[in-house]
């Protein structure tokens, strides 16, 4: 069943696995706040130098990757809120952002497909080639790409909602740190510099921070119907590592009714986490929503 929500939700989980920052003593404390966009826009503005929006009618499906290229970012036949859980990462809450996290979010963002081609300029090629760069400079740049093409305005709100929080078992992890002197295998690269391999009896992330991992989970999970809250980290695990999502069958079967209940979705993540030394526990933390005050289709370029 895992298998299948891990296939389905591939292309866009990786979107959603960003570092975000640690929750403030005195949000935590707080049941509702809000703050501005702005302020998670990176230092330097950094912006693409070439962009691309079509919209794409092909009435069939169309390989969505690779995302994070050398030249640049590229997708194919998506839909434009897939692109805003990486431009605007969460500030809090230490998690990535899911379709249902959005407010405001149009109907057309849900459901027409585009592709993009945006191309980085030539002064800033050096920088977008080291990973612990180049998620800072996507965000900034995906974001000025929103403004441009779509004259998007947006506001954050923040709530203390349920969640799991992603937590290590007695015994400790059982994955090892990543090794920053060995080059990582090819693969999918990831927006937070890590790589994707798929495999027969699972998915092998490398280079992987645990806010991203439970990032990824979430994601992977709200597209199934899932467990209905967000997963944050709290192992207190703060390297980049390697981790293999082992498929708990070998058939890869969808889920039945009975099996896609919010509740058994969670019991099914735990059970693949169990195998890493993580496990999932109820829990309640501030969660922060986008909310879309303005977004227009990308005009034709």
Not at 20 to 39: C, D, I, K, R, Y
Not at 268 to 297: T, W, Y
């Amino acid at each position: 069943m895992f298998g299948k929500i891990l296939a389905v939700g591939l292309v866009c989980a990786r979107m959603a696995g960003g570092q975000t920052a640690v929750v403030p003593s005195a949000l935590a404390s707080s049941m509702t706040a809000t703050t501005t966009a702005s302020t998670s826009v990176p230092t330097k503005a950094y912006r693409f130098d070439v962009i691309s929006i079509q919209q794409n009618k092909s009435p069939n499906w169309q390989n969505v990757a690779p995302g994070v290229i050398p030249e640049g970012y590229h997708r194919t036949r998506i839909e434009m809120w897939v692109p805003l859980m990486t431009a605007y990462l969460p500030q809090v809450g230490g998690m990535g952002y899911y379709v249902n996290a959005f407010k405001g979010l149009p109907d057309w963002a849900r459901s027409e497909k585009y592709d993009i081609d945006a191309r980085i300029s030539d002064e800033d090629r050096a920088a977008w080639q080291k990973p612990e760069t180049r998620q800072m400079m996507l965000q900034s740049m995906l974001q000025a790409m929103y403004v441009e093409c779509c004259k998007i305005a947006v506001h954050r709100e923040v709530n203390e909602l349920p969640v799991y929080s992603m937590m290590v078992v007695k015994g400790g992890p059982k994955f090892k740190e990543t090794d920053p002197k060995v080059d990582l295998p090819k693969g999918q690269v990831m927006d937070w510099g890590g790589v994707l391999v798929p495999g027969k009896d699972g998915v092998h992330l490398y280079g992987t921070p645990m806010k991203s991992l439970a990032s990824f989970l979430s994601a992977y999970l709200s597209m199934s119907g899932g467990v209905g809250r967000p997963i944050q980290d709290k192992t207190g695990l703060n390297g980049r590592y390697d981790v293999t999502l082992k498929y708990p069958n070998s058939d890869c079967s969808p889920p039945n009714q009975a099996e896609g209940a919010a509740e058994d979705l969670g019991d099914v993540a735990n059970s693949v986490l169990n195998g890493l030394g993580l496990k999932l526990v109820p829990d309640k933390g501030p969660v922060e929503n986008l909310v879309i005050d303005h977004m227009e289709r990308p005009a034709a370029n």
